[in-house]
């Protein structure tokens, strides 16, 4: 009985063939099932951008080649004041962001290091409050807002939003899981719990107050029932809700102009997204640091 010698294996393995698919990776069908997956994901978007380029009639033929309407479209968006929707929402979104992270951060550190009577109680509500959707408590939000004077204002779309119980709850699990012996050899410093927070805990908390800002800006960016039950004059509007001043052009809706504004007005979000990639993906430990 004959065995095939070691010389012999590498010598079949240096062949041509197998020198070709060397460089295909061991578990390649994976790898055709993901880029497969996310083409399927990207195709909405990918057919928007073509439409954003034609005109109707382009649209009505099922063309899957980009127009010669470009141009007249973006002429249209710009008309219809999209830019300064989107100015609003930034400026909008931004001040929610910040509000959000900085009251999570502070309920978070005393849900944590302070004790105070009935802190369990409390921390139940903010529990509860996660199953609440906002539009339960929207007409009596309305009502409250009109009452304070604050209709048409950007306070009504900042204020309410303020507080954030995904904020607090993700801020105090993720100080639960910082070691006590930091806080004892802080308060063995003489560290308040000011300079406790600013110089101990944000620092090893930036993944996380990534992954908060990232949600939250998103959240704030697509607002549409609020805003548009709050504010009243098209120039201080947001948007998503200025989007729908693109749909009625003319006798019918105009898919370019409407795919173009809408393609543009997912830029912010993306961008956002792309910077912060890093620390979202770590906040939420779906990538590991290095």
Known sequence: MTTISEKTLSSVSSTPRARALSWLPKRWYVHVFLWASSFLLALPLIYAMIVSTQTNADVAAFRLAPGNALQDNFTIVQNRNLFQFILNSIGVSVAITIAKTILSLLA?????????PGKWIVFAFVLITLMMPTEVLIL??????????WGNTYLALVVPFMASATGTF???????NIPAELSEAAQLDGASPVRFLLQVL?????????????????YAWNMYLWPLLVIS??????????LGSLKGLGSGVSFG???LGAVIATMPPVIVFILLQKQFMSGFALTRDK
């Open 108 to 116: 978070g550190l005393a849900f944590i290091y302070f004790r105070f």
């Open 140 to 149: 009596a939000l309305l009502r409250f807002v009109s009452d304070l004077g």
């Open 233 to 242: 004059e098209q120039e201080r509007q947001v948007v998503q809700v200025g």
């Open 170 to 176: 993700l801020f105090r699990q993720h100080f639960a």
């Open 202 to 218: 944000i620092p090893i908390s930036w993944n996380t107050i990534g992954a908060l800002a990232v949600i939250q800006f998103i």
């Open 257 to 259: 102009p409407l795919m």
